[in-house]
């Protein structure tokens, strides 16, 4: 008889990795907030329902490329700059803690 032999597992990490959806809604809120616009003039000017634009900003909606385009567009911002910030924040809230905080330790 064969040997069975284990499948390795790989660790978890102790949290999960964020959704993109999250990080996006975060990043759109955020931008808005710094704009002092409400949701309703941002939706209208986007072309979406302000109900639409809650759910995007809360991760409940996961917003085709051509709805995201126009949220930045009515951000004053460009799909590359959204796209970046929140590639950005999925890095920093990827890397395992304890390699930020070695990170930390090498830049202080």
Do not use: C, N
């Not at 995007?56 to 385009?69: L, N, Q, T, Y």
């Amino acid at each position: 008889m064969a040997d069975i032999v284990p499948f390795p597992r790989t660790p978890r990490p102790s949290e999960p990795e964020p959704l993109w959806r999250h990080l996006l809604g975060e990043q759109l809120r955020r931008r808005r907030h710094d704009r002092g616009e409400t949701l309703t003039e941002t939706a209208d000017t986007a072309g979406v329902s302000p109900q639409y634009l809650s759910e995007v900003e809360r991760g409940r909606k996961e917003p085709s490329s051509e709805m995201i385009a126009a949220i930045a567009g009515a951000l004053d911002t460009s799909l590359i700059e959204l796209t970046s910030a929140v590639a950005d924040e999925l890095r920093t809230a990827s890397v395992p803690a304890s390699a930020r905080a070695s990170a930390f330790a090498l830049a202080a």
